[in-house]
């Protein structure tokens, strides 16, 4: 139980382009979905925060109106990347839990996205 | 505000040789600390956790911890790994069970 998944797991696109990342839990309802951006050789750092049927919250530095989030459902939130340069080809992993006291977190497998 | 150290960036080690990983973490509350490990462009598995209790933790394919209140530190132990336990490891904490903030992790390459 508690998968998640992401979609695509790779994706290139073209400078000044924008691409969706879907993260989906598939045996469980989330009711908050984590973003996380991971850049090679580094560790995790958290960019947003969302809640089904609210705002996402971002953190600190991270551009709210260049990742746009929408957790529009108890088992999908979507990320997407306006107006890419290659600067944010990164790897993004989502993550899922399953209520506002549940500590623990189940990891998607990561979105690979490069800018060119 | 929480924070996690992984002393150690990387570690080498035979196979079938024991390892441990280290991690110290600061917080001025009372904290969850997992373990996960990441396989080559692949998302995270938990390892392990601690939320209360023993501070001796048993976790998946071998590996434990052991949560030191008093040093902060949750370091990570196996007794004899395998080549398949190649991956980077991550230790995180969290505040009242919210937010997971991750150390900067540590590559295990175990050789032949």
């Known amino acids: 139980g508690a998968v998640v998944s992401q979609h695509p797991s790779w994706v290139i696109c073209k400078s000044g382009t924008s691409v969706k990342i879907e993260c989906r839990s598939l045996?469980?309802?989330?009711?908050?979905m984590f973003w996380y951006r991971q850049f090679p050789k580094q560790s995790l750092m958290l960019m947003a925060t969302?809640?089904?049927?609210?705002?996402?919250?971002?953190e600190q530095g991270v551009e709210k109106d260049k990742f746009l989030i929408n957790h529009a459902s108890l088992t999908l939130s979507t990320l997407t990347v306006t107006s890419a340069h290659p600067e944010d080809s990164s790897f993004y992993i989502c993550?899922?839990?399953?209520?506002?006291?549940?500590?623990?977190?189940?990891f998607g497998p990561g979105t690979r996205l490069t800018v060119t | 505000a929480q924070s996690v150290t992984q002393l150690d960036s990387q570690v080498p080690v035979f196979e079938e040789a024991p390892v441990e990983l280290r991690c110290n973490y600061s917080s001025s509350v009372s904290v969850y600390l997992f373990w996960y490990v990441q396989y080559p462009n692949q998302g995270l598995q938990l390892l392990l956790k601690?939320?209360?209790?023993?501070?001796l933790v048993k976790g998946i394919n071998g590996f434990e911890a052991e949560f030191n209140k008093s040093q902060t530190s949750f370091h990570l132990r196996k007794p004899s790994v395998h080549i398949s336990d190649t991956a980077e490891y991550f230790c995180?904490?969290?505040?009242?069970?919210?937010?997971?903030?991750f150390g900067a992790g540590t590559t295990v390459t175990v050789r032949a």
């Open positions: 045996d469980f309802q989330a009711t908050t």
């Open positions: 601690y939320l209360s209790g023993s501070t």
């Open positions: 995180a904490v969290s505040e009242r069970g919210y937010k997971l903030s």
């Open positions: 993550s899922a839990r399953t209520g506002i006291t549940s500590y623990e977190q189940y």
């Open positions: 969302s809640n089904e049927g609210s705002k996402a919250t971002y």
